[in-house]
């Protein structure tokens, strides 16, 4: 980084510290989006006339009202930014070291409204891991076979009267997933369709009842990068969602 990008950089967190702190808004994810995009310009390099490299990790820095804020969207704000890293990067024509992560930080240090971005070009593939949101609350799936049920013995347990004891079996061997309905009374549906048994694909929903399952690919944030994340064409990659899948609104994401 330059000297002129580190003055730029003073003012900016000055300026903003200074807007914030008059209009207490909060950080919005567009603009998260937009700081994303600026630090891949920032910091691209070019290595030869047809090779320009450029960060691939992002480490957004966020108040701790924003962080909790924006944090309950769960994993899907993050997938949404590394969709937006990856447009932005196609279509500059940069080339990334690795895949590239987003992951959003608490930083006690900033004011509601203010975030900053470290950007850092990290060699290797991410690694991922399979979870199983319900409620809201993120349940890791470990290799070999979990029971999703009203049983105490369900290794992930729900509480929905429309619910069989041991209601659907999740397999996972370390690479890809299947969803298997073990014969049910009132079944299991994958976007309003029933099923014996599905693949388990990044933000497929599953319905038992009035209970939603979502399986996600969530980055590790410790440890060696080292599996990529399976079907990965199906992942979302600037905010469409798909039939049955919740997410940030298309028209949120228009345009950036």
């Avoid at 920032?42 to 966020?62: E, K, T």
């Amino acid at each position: 980084m330059g000297i002129l990008d580190s003055v730029e950089r003073g003012l900016e967190r000055a300026v903003n510290g200074a807007f914030a702190r008059t209009f207490r808004s909060g950080v919005q994810p567009v603009e998260i989006a937009s700081g994303l995009k600026r630090e891949l310009e920032i910091g691209s390099v070019i290595v030869d006339r047809d090779r320009v490299l450029a960060p691939n990790r992002f480490v957004v820095r966020l108040s701790a009202a924003d962080a909790s804020r924006l944090k309950s969207l769960g994993g899907t704000l993050e997938r949404e930014l590394i969709g937006v890293v990856n447009k932005h990067a196609k279509r500059q024509g940069y080339q990334l070291l690795g895949e590239a992560d987003v992951e959003l930080r608490v930083d006690t240090s900033l004011t509601t409204g203010v975030l900053q971005i470290d950007a850092t070009q990290v060699e290797g593939r991410v690694a991922w891991t399979p979870m199983i949101e319900v409620d809201g609350i993120q349940h890791e799936l470990h290799r070999g076979t979990t029971v999703v049920g009203r049983g105490s013995d369900a290794g992930i347990r729900i509480t929905d009267t429309a619910a069989s004891r041991q209601h659907l079996q999740l397999i996972w061997d370390g690479q890809s997933g299947i969803a298997r309905d073990l014969g049910s009374t009132n079944g299991s549906k994958i976007n309003g369709q029933r099923f014996r048994e599905a693949a388990l694909n990044p933000d497929t929903v599953i319905t038992i009842g009035q209970t939603t399952l979502r399986f996600l690919l969530v980055p590790a944030r410790s440890g060696a990068r080292q599996a990529s994340p399976p079907q990965a064409s199906e992942r979302s990659g600037s905010g469409g969602a798909r039939p049955g899948q919740t997410g940030i609104e298309q028209d949120f994401w228009r345009g950036l």
